[in-house]
């Protein structure tokens, strides 16, 4: 099937930390948007040269990037995504970095939302600065009397953002200066965790070993929890290309484990 090409312009840019940019989208193609695709993510589409996509004709070849939809303003056809700066060596974080208004991005999408089930009796979220967009669209989603945590690693004490929370979600930030070389810091706050009376909704995202660890934690507390969402954003040493690769070889070991 033919991927949906949205073709789009930046209309603004906002430095958020020294390590996350937003860029505001905007464009007819987005007419059709849907509106409640917030915390879902869009496929960024680049040329293998890093440069983006402009038309449908190219996209079947292009590279393709998960960034989350952070906030999407169907009256004025406003898309805002929030990416991590993380050097040049990615054509996504490279193209962030540069991009100024004017330029153009086509994105694919968007996939299914990450929303934490707001039915579970607490809440746990676990993420880098990756999934930070994800976690701040859940946060500002949960009712008002939520109970829980989040758990937010980043580069450095400047990219502790401001997030919109309940009152009753306490957020712990971890500074992890170099993410290129794994710490367990956030999944030891997952294995630490201090229990909440009822079933929690556990949200982890973030680095790949993350993922892998704290599934296995999960597991086995299946029964105490009332939902779960975890999943790999990306994966050190490796382009997105080599996480899915990881991913799926992830899934055949675990499928062989159960057989
Ligand atoms: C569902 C989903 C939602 C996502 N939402 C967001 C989002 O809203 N904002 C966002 O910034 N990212 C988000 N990501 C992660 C993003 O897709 C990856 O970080 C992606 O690899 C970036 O592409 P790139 O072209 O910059 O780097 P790639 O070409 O994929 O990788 C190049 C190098 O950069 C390293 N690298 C990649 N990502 C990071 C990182 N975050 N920090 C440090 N080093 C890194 C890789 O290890 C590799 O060595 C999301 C991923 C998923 C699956």
């Given at each position: 099937m033919p991927i949906r090409v949205r073709s789009l312009e930046v209309i603004d840019t906002s430095i958020l930390s020294p390590h996350?940019?937003?860029i505001t989208l905007h464009g007819k193609d987005l007419a059709d948007f849907p509106t409640d695709a917030e915390s879902g993510y869009v496929k960024a589409l680049f040329h293998p040269q890093g440069l983006p996509v402009v038309d449908a004709d190219t996209a079947k070849s292009a590279v393709k990037r998960s960034y989350t939809v952070r906030a999407f303003r169907a009256e004025t056809r406003e898309l805002d995504i929030d990416f991590?700066?993380?050097?040049?060596?990615?054509?996504a974080s490279a193209w962030a970095r540069a991009a100024c208004?004017?330029?153009?991005?086509?994105?694919?999408g968007p996939g299914p939302t990450k929303l934490a089930d707001a039915d579970a009796d607490w809440f746990a979220f676990f993420g880098d600065l990756s999934a930070l967009p994800a976690i701040a669209v859940n946060l500002q989603r949960l009712p008002e009397d939520a109970l829980g945590y989040a758990f937010l690693e980043v580069p450095s004490k400047d990219d502790c953002v401001d997030l919109e929370k309940p009152p009753g979600v306490r957020v712990e930030w971890i500074i992890n200066a170099q993410p290129d070389i794994y710490s367990d810091e956030l999944?030891?706050?997952l294995e630490k965790l201090q229990w909440?009376?009822?079933a929690p909704y556990i949200w982890v995202a973030g680095e790949f070993e993350l993922m892998r660890s704290a599934r296995k934690t999960l597991k086995s507390l299946k029964s105490a929890v009332h939902g779960k969402y975890v999943?790999?954003?990306?994966?050190?040493?490796?382009?997105?290309e080599g996480l899915q690769k990881a991913k799926a070889?992830?899934?055949?070991?675990?499928?062989?484990r159960m057989s």
């Amino acid at each position: 099937m033919p991927i949906r090409v949205r073709s789009l312009e930046v209309i603004d840019t906002s430095i958020l930390s020294p390590h996350l940019k937003r860029i505001t989208l905007h464009g007819k193609d987005l007419a059709d948007f849907p509106t409640d695709a917030e915390s879902g993510y869009v496929k960024a589409l680049f040329h293998p040269q890093g440069l983006p996509v402009v038309d449908a004709d190219t996209a079947k070849s292009a590279v393709k990037r998960s960034y989350t939809v952070r906030a999407f303003r169907a009256e004025t056809r406003e898309l805002d995504i929030d990416f991590v700066l993380h050097g040049d060596l990615g054509p996504a974080s490279a193209w962030a970095r540069a991009a100024c208004v004017g330029d153009v991005l086509a994105i694919a999408g968007p996939g299914p939302t990450k929303l934490a089930d707001a039915d579970a009796d607490w809440f746990a979220f676990f993420g880098d600065l990756s999934a930070l967009p994800a976690i701040a669209v859940n946060l500002q989603r949960l009712p008002e009397d939520a109970l829980g945590y989040a758990f937010l690693e980043v580069p450095s004490k400047d990219d502790c953002v401001d997030l919109e929370k309940p009152p009753g979600v306490r957020v712990e930030w971890i500074i992890n200066a170099q993410p290129d070389i794994y710490s367990d810091e956030l999944f030891q706050c997952l294995e630490k965790l201090q229990w909440l009376d009822g079933a929690p909704y556990i949200w982890v995202a973030g680095e790949f070993e993350l993922m892998r660890s704290a599934r296995k934690t999960l597991k086995s507390l299946k029964s105490a929890v009332h939902g779960k969402y975890v999943s790999s954003y990306w994966k050190i040493g490796a382009t997105q290309e080599g996480l899915q690769k990881a991913k799926a070889l992830e899934e055949v070991k675990s499928a062989l484990r159960m057989s």
